[in-house]
């Protein structure tokens, strides 16, 4: 099983907002600063986040990212799912190589019902299930939670001050 870079850079930049920004938007160029993310690339995952119902954005000198729901509701699975597709597409065995039914004789998809590979592939089904489980049981605030364990120092938002 692989997680590809944006859906892992995905899930680290809704755990910023998270544990950073305490309700208020925060702006991409300070997530891609903090979690050595290059900008470009995050603004494409946080139009995927966008038309997933993730997160939404405001535009201003306050404007930036926000959650659009508490970080207790957001599920890794969903981040997952926004960015990657199925999770269960992760953990699927390919089907075996075209060279090798047709020098069996038999259709590619089909399988004789004493195959081993019947077997091993209810396995791999079972066990795209139980990582679909895990990443779904997971949220954010359970990350934000795991951060504050691991002694993570959260960033100051400073508020923009004006001098007239």
Do not use: C, N
């Amino acid at each position: 099983m692989r997680l590809s870079t944006k859906t892992r850079y995905g899930v680290q930049a809704l755990f910023d907002i998270a544990f950073h920004s305490v309700g208020r938007p925060t702006q991409a160029k300070d997530i891609a600063r903090r979690q050595e993310i290059p900008l470009r690339y995050l603004e494409q995952i946080f139009q995927d986040l966008r038309r997933a119902g993730l997160v939404d954005s405001r535009r201003g000198p306050r404007g930036g990212y926000h959650l659009r729901l508490a970080p207790a509701e957001i599920r890794l699975g969903d981040i997952v799912r926004s960015l990657q597709g199925p999770i269960e597409d992760l953990v699927r065995v390919e089907d075996g190589d075209p060279a090798s039914a047709a020098a069996s004789g038999r259709p590619r998809g089909r399988r004789a019902p004493h195959s081993g590979r019947v077997v091993a592939e209810s396995v791999f089904t079972e066990l795209a299930g139980q990582v679909a489980a895990w990443f779904d049981a997971v949220s954010l605030a359970d990350l934000v939670t795991r951060g504050q364990a691991l002694g993570l120092a959260r960033e100051e938002q400073k508020r923009p001050m004006y001098f007239i």
